[in-house]
């Protein structure tokens, strides 16, 4: 069983489109993590929810908007795509307190 | 601002150890040293951490300094598969207690026969 899972794993797309990204954690995981990194290999956090709570929304544009059903998910919207949006997206989750984080196998996204 | 300093790249060969060094002098004291690597376009995979005490487990040991102002992760007898970029992390929260996994750009390390 795959611990952390994102769909699609391939996203291709034009751009103004509005596209969304899944991500699910059979962990029993509190926290979720959407990462975006870019074609320098920068990883930069977007997105921390905590308990279905948004905890960080590190200056992310409003065309990002994460949404948590549950605990187990965490699903990241975007809007009005554009071409600066094209980057492999990683969604993670943790325990709370000092545990490790746990990584998908990322989406990467491309905006045409 | 992930708060830790590593050099860019390294190179080791097969079946050596590989050193890898990672500098956060302005670390406190609550807060734990993580290590992470990423093999090409994978997710990052976790790989060991530590607060004060040397840690050892079967993928690497992480050496802490006394003073916890710099850490090494080694990986004793390094393969072609341990190609890839390492992280080095702080476990840094925001005032409000929440913690902030933030990556810096990690140290590419090459492996050669």
């Known amino acids: 069983d795959t611990a952390v899972s994102q769909t699609p794993k391939y996203l291709v797309t034009q751009m103004g489109n509005d596209k969304s990204i899944k991500c699910e954690q059979n962990l029993g995981h509190d926290t979720m993590y959407w990462y975006k990194q870019d074609s320098k290999k920068f990883l930069k956090i977007m997105f921390s929810?905590?308990?279905?709570?948004?905890?960080i929304n590190e200056t992310v544009p409003n065309r990002f908007s994460p949404k948590s059903p549950d605990k187990a998910h965490l699903n990241l919207h975007i809007n009005s795509l554009e071409l600066g949006d094209s980057a492999v997206y990683f969604c993670?989750?943790?325990?709370?307190?000092?545990?490790?984080?746990?990584f998908g196998e990322g989406s990467r996204l491309t905006v045409l | 601002d992930a708060k830790t300093t590593q050099p860019p790249s390294m190179d080791c060969a097969e079946g050596r150890a590989a050193n890898l060094p990672c500098n956060h002098s302005?670390?406190?004291?609550?807060?734990?040293v993580y290590w992470y690597r990423q093999i090409h376009s994978q997710g990052p995979q976790y790989i060991i951490h530590g607060l004060k005490n040397n840690e050892t487990n079967e993928m690497a040991s992480l050496i802490i300094t006394e003073d916890r102002k710099s850490s090494t992760l080694i990986l004793p007898h390094a393969t072609l598969r341990d190609t890839a970029v390492y992280y080095c992390l702080r476990s840094s929260t925001t005032s409000g207690g929440s913690y902030i996994p933030t990556f810096g750009r990690g140290t590419s390390l090459i492996v050669h026969p």
């Open positions: 302005t670390i406190s004291g609550n807060e734990y």
């Open positions: 993670a989750s943790r325990k709370t307190g000092n545990g490790e984080l746990f």
């Open positions: 929810y905590n308990n279905k709570e948004l905890i």
